[in-house]
């Protein structure tokens, strides 16, 4: 994957993100409206299905972000030059 992609790839996780809080407060919105009979079926199960959705977008983008942070964070390390080496015990 190059850099442009795993950036793009970021980018789409963390829409992911944004959407699951969206979904949150929107839950939450209908939740509290006395205007909205959250028992009606036509609410009820809308809401449990937004409720499933919205634990799994968040566990799925932050775990794959965070390993995608991880794979560009390795890739920036510097390489030790082989002249560097390990010091033995008694160097110290």
Known sequence: ??????EEVLQL???YENMSRAI???IQRVRT????DIRADRYR????????????????AASV?????????EADA???NASERRRSGDEY
């Open 65 to 73: 972000r965070l390993r995608l942070m991880m794979e560009r964070r």
């Open 1 to 6: 994957m190059t850099d442009e992609e795993r």
């Open 33 to 36: 409206d006395p205007n909205i």
């Open 78 to 80: 510097p390489s030790p």
């Open 45 to 60: 199960k809308l809401l449990e299905d937004l409720e499933r959705v919205v634990p799994v977008w968040k566990r799925y």
């Open 24 to 26: 949150a407060t929107f």
């Open 13 to 15: 996780l963390a829409n």
